[in-house]
């Protein structure tokens, strides 16, 4: 329904709760029972619009998520991930309001107040604030199927690794020897004049290296990191035809394991803020007017739940900002994320030892962002002068 960007997220409280959203497009809601693959609407800040139709944000956590494989070539393999998601008319003809005025107004913020009110006339506040964290009443579902990041994006090729072999069946993926799943390798993306990689491996680490090619980490906790006991594990591989003088810069996103903790901050904060002069007592219940002093406690209590959701600065990075008593931003009262002791488990930026070489880039998991049996998936995308260079997805789980 609206979509927040992944690594940086501003809220500002008023009266009124509204999400900022990014610019949609000429691409109308899918209908109920569709399955639309790589559909977008044209993003801003590098970050598109997917699951047009979908009730919640972006490709909510409410999604049923699943990823497949798809043969192509003689040896490749192209992956799937799809978001089987609930929707409703109220959904629809929100992010349909949004794809009109979006495309001919230059002011999002306007837009999702415009498209907000709608709504919530037509459908009621109760079906609007359920709506807003991906939640029903539904009318039916949408199948929405990515292969690519944004519009623009190349497709990432992908293949078995050594001793698997390639099914093309069902699902597709790669089957070892003894018949058990085992995960395709990121091989490449299509042929460009910037920095490209090959012998890709990923894996649990062994000094400096991935001592043997897996995508699923099990998280023991083993190694010592800053804030405690980790897993170690990382990528290596070749690359060539780079530019030393600039960076690898890598970004990474987090799913699984827990709620959508945005969605529920934004929910219930407003519920907890129900007036702006009022205050919410532990049962629900308005209490009397005293500058919402409780309720500003329990948002900030809900706030830090967010931060310890993020593993890295690049998962979560949050500013929150309260108004004044002349309802202006009051930025000496800002409260939001800070830099970590130590490097981040996942590196934002990695330099090049030359124009080619061999690089290993390190990365951890931290043992008590983990519960036990829990499991996240970790995708990491890096670019080399704003050209893309490779992607990978880890499975973490915590034994």
Same mark, same amino acid.
């Given at each position: 329904?609206?979509?927040?960007r ?8 008023t009266g009124?709760l ?19 693959r790589?559909?977008?609407?044209p993003?801003?800040?590098?970050? @598109? ?18 990823v497949?494989y798809?043969?192509?070539?003689n040896?490749?393999?192209r ?6 998601c /609930? ?7 929100h992010?349909d309001?949004?794809d ?5 107004s ?6 999702q107040?415009?498209?907000?009110t709608?709504?919530?006339?037509r ?18 579902k949408?199948n ?12 990432? @090729?992908?293949h078995?690794?050594?001793? @698997? &072999?390639?099914?093309? /069946? ?10 058990t ?10 042929? &460009? ?5 090959s012998?890709?491996? &990923? ?12 995508a ?10 800053p804030?405690?006991?980790c897993t170690h594990?990382?990528m290596?591989?070749?690359?060539a035809?780079?530019?030393?003088a ?5 970004s990474?996103?987090?799913? !699984?394991?827990?709620?959508?903790f945005v ?13 702006r002069g009022?205050t919410?007592?532990?049962n /629900? ?6 500058g919402g ?6 948002l900030?209590?809900?706030? !830090?739940?967010?931060?310890a959701?993020?593993d890295?600065p690049?998962?979560?990075d ?6 004044d008593?002349?309802g202006?931003?009051?930025p ?9 002791n /130590?490097?981040p ?8 030892p ?6 290993f ?9 983990l ?14 002068k704003?050209a ?12």
């Amino acid at each position: 329904m609206k979509i927040l960007r992944p690594a940086i997220f501003s809220l500002l409280l008023t009266g009124t709760l509204f999400l900022p959203v990014q610019p949609a497009a000429a691409q109308w809601a899918a209908d109920p029972g569709a399955t639309a693959r790589n559909a977008f609407g044209p993003g801003a800040a590098g970050k @598109a619009n997917q699951c047009r139709g979908a009730c919640g944000s972006g490709c909510p956590g409410t999604c049923d998520k699943a990823v497949s494989y798809e043969c192509q070539g003689n040896a490749q393999l192209r992956r799937i991930e799809s978001y089987d998601c /609930g929707t409703h008319q109220g959904c629809r003809v929100h992010d349909d309001c949004l794809d009109t005025c979006l495309q001919k107004s230059s002011q999002p913020g306007e837009c999702q107040k415009q498209c907000d009110t709608q709504v919530m006339e037509r459908f009621g506040f109760e079906n609007s604030a359920s709506w807003l964290i991906g939640r029903g009443p539904y009318d039916g579902k949408i199948n929405f199927e990515y292969t690519i990041a944004a519009p623009a994006s190349p497709e990432p @090729a992908y293949h078995c690794p050594d001793g @698997a &072999t390639r099914q093309c /069946g069902g699902s597709a993926g790669c089957a070892a020897a003894d018949g058990t799943r085992v995960e395709p390798v990121f091989e490449n993306y299509p042929a &460009t004049n910037g920095m490209r990689v090959s012998a890709f491996r &990923t894996g649990l680490v062994c000094g400096e290296k991935v001592c043997q090619q897996t995508a699923s980490i099990e998280v023991w906790g083993e190694d010592t990191c800053p804030g405690g006991s980790c897993t170690h594990y990382g990528m290596e591989f070749d690359f060539a035809n780079a530019d030393p003088a600039a960076s690898l810069e890598c970004s990474t996103s987090t799913s !699984g394991g827990d709620d959508d903790f945005v969605g529920g901050l934004l929910k219930q904060g407003g519920d907890a803020m129900t007036t702006r002069g009022g205050t919410t007592s532990n049962n /629900g219940d308005n209490a009397t007017a005293g500058g919402g002093e409780d309720g500003m406690a329990e948002l900030l209590g809900m706030f !830090g739940k967010v931060l310890a959701s993020g593993d890295s600065p690049d998962d979560v990075d949050v500013t929150f900002t309260p108004y004044d008593e002349q309802g202006n931003p009051d930025p000496s009262r800002a409260v939001g994320t800070r830099a970590g002791n /130590g490097p981040p488990p996942v590196p934002r930026s990695v330099d090049l030892p030359g124009a080619s070489g061999h690089l290993f880039v390190p990365m951890y998991q931290l043992k008590s962002n983990l519960n036990r049996g829990e499991v996240k998936e970790r995708k990491i995308r890096c670019t080399h002068k704003g050209a893309p260079v490779l992607e990978t997805v880890f499975r973490l789980e915590a034994v």
